[in-house]
């Protein structure tokens, strides 16, 4: 059993900086695929970066490649996503989600353990 606590979303101006944690519970955490998806108002959720068990190999979604970046700290069971140059269309909820095993998913489906997410509101 994996439990997932995120924190560090905010309001932000267009332009700026927010870096998102997620603490993890549960000793997978360390053999676990980590990801963030995110959920704006009227829209489904989808996905936003993944990272692998040894922070090895990372994947991004289109829209935030190149601004994003997931890491992790297996130490202290944190996962990361510090997002740079934020815009607008990046306000939504954001959710870290957890994976058992190997591998790089985009999909929501293939992850078994969620946060309650944290919501991030970029200004114009």
């Known amino acids: 059993q994996v439990q997932l606590v995120e924190s560090g979303g905010g309001l932000v101006q267009a332009g700026g900086s927010l870096r998102l944690s997620c603490a993890a519970s549960g000793r997978i955490f360390s053999t676990s695929t980590m990801g963030w998806f995110r959920q704006s108002p009227g829209k489904e959720r989808e996905f936003v970066a993944a990272?692998?068990?040894?922070?090895?190999?990372?994947y991004y979604a289109d829209s935030v490649k190149g601004r994003f970046t997931i890491s992790r700290d297996n130490a202290k069971n944190t996962v990361y996503l510090q997002m740079n140059s934020l815009k607008p269309e990046d306000t939504a909820v954001y959710y870290c989600a957890a994976r058992g095993g190997g591998g790089l998913y985009y999909s929501q489906t293939q992850y078994n353990y969620w946060g309650q997410g944290t919501q991030v509101t970029v200004s114009s």
């Open positions: 990272i692998t068990w040894s922070g090895g190999s990372t």
